[in-house]
């Protein structure tokens, strides 16, 4: 079952991502502005990430056996739209866009999935090994410019489609949900409303919205980042960014295990350290070999690491039957979190002609989720919980 909803998670990633290795085209092509273009890549963000609230309370209640070939499906259509019909004015790539996002929601399906198959001090593992299938965003970055140039602008879509349509048949036949799982029977905007109250769901949200959110910034920003601060071409800017993903992908499993044995909390704080160093050093603009990679790849393993740490902590201190819920909102978080840097670096590099204040920000943010991990995060995850006495792992 882990691995078939991480199969699943990797093919919906790969199509969440297509767009944003072709945002250097498109602003060619359709000559659009550097915020145009920043907006193009993050809607497909936006709306996976706000569609995780609804998508994962119905996963509490329906289960992923329907919901992850429901939202396989789902993905096709836009897919199609955008490779043979909606890539030819920036209208088309936007509605494309928004519908493409349905795609990013399949986080939210698999967390309460994969979860509720683990014991608790195997979950942060379990949950790490899941989160990298969005390494399907480096396929993208390794495939979508080369297929264009070689076979045209439908090629990537259509392959991509037929890979959804190809999990989604035998999902719905495979996957089978946990022994024992139990469907909420209370409304939709009860269980939402008890979802947000919840202390795991502010606090993972927040440190969500920094490390899953760096890392969806930087992977659908970063080929333009490369491209424009360095001179790169986009096949060397879109093969960059898949090392950069792939870094961030090998690294969340780590997370997740190093939680399960030192704790959620002091990986959280190891990475937000990591990342305030990185973003401080990238600020200055250094050559991009070797500081300049360095100083990526570092932060890269620190957002993966603390990406699984997260939800590492979300399974351990969540009520088994609001896992969906806390994840659809942590997850969204993430989303949102993902969402603004691009805009914010592309209004920046317009306004200024350099990057450096959008990394100086990023440093500050992760400075304050470091300070918040040590302080009201560790303090929270060492008092009794509602339900029992918080495990220490989570400590």
């Known amino acids: ?50 569609g995780r609230i609804p998508v994962g309370a119905l996963t509490d209640r329906f289960g992923g056996r329907v919901m992850f070939p429901l939202v396989s499906a789902a ?106 799982r139990t469907a909420p029977t209370e409304p939709l905007g009860r269980r939402l409303a008890a979802t947000a109250r919840l202390g795991i769901t502010r606090q993972a949200s927040v440190l969500y919205a920094v490390a899953f959110g760096g890392y969806v910034a930087f992977s659908v920003y970063l080929p333009t980042y490369l491209k424009t601060g360095y001179g790169l071409d986009q096949a060397d800017a879109a093969n960059r960014m898949a090392g950069f993903v792939l870094v961030a992908v090998a690294m969340r499993p780590v997370g997740g295990w190093l939680s399960d044995r030192v704790g ?18 990238q600020a200055a603009t250094p050559t991009l070999a070797p500081v300049g990679t360095v100083a990526f790849l570092t932060m890269a393993a620190a957002l993966g ?58 440093a500050v943010v992760a400075l304050a989720a470091l300070v918040y991990t040590v302080t009201g995060v560790r303090r929270a995850t060492t008092r009794p919980a509602a339900t029992g006495t918080v495990p220490p792992a989570a400590q």
């Open 1 to 50: 079952m882990l691995l078939l909803a991480t199969l699943g998670f990797a093919i919906n990633f790969w199509a969440w991502a297509l767009l944003s290795p072709l945002g250097p085209r498109f602003k060619d092509t359709l000559f659009l502005s550097s915020f145009e273009q920043s907006l193009l890549v993050a809607v497909p963000v936006i709306v996976g990430s706000l």
């Open 305 to 362: 690491a603390g990406s699984g740490a997260t939800f590492a902590l979300v399974a351990l201190l969540s009520p088994a039957n609001m896992v969906g819920s806390v994840t659809g909102m942590v997850g969204a978080a993430g989303g949102l979190g993902g969402f603004i840097p691009p805009l914010v670096m592309g209004t920046i590099y317009g306004a200024t002609g350099s990057y450096a204040l959008g990394l100086i920000l990023l």
């Open 75 to 180: 993905t096709v259509m836009p897919v199609l739209f955008l490779g043979f019909a909606g890539h030819s004015s920036l209208a088309a790539l936007l509605i494309g866009g928004f519908f493409l996002g349905i795609g990013g929601t399949s986080f939210a399906v698999g967390v309460p999935f994969v979860s509720a198959w683990f014991p608790p001090e195997r979950r942060g593992l379990a949950i790490g090994i899941f989160g990298a299938g969005m390494g399907g965003t480096a396929i993208s970055a390794l495939t979508t410019v080369k297929l264009v140039d070689a076979h045209g602008m439908a090629n990537p879509f259509l392959i991509t489609a037929l890979a959804l349509a190809a999990y989604a048949v035998p999902a719905a036949v495979l996957l089978r949900d946990a022994p024992g």
């Open 264 to 281: 959620p909390t002091r990986v959280l704080g190891a990475a937000m350290a990591v990342v305030v160093v990185g973003a401080a050093v």
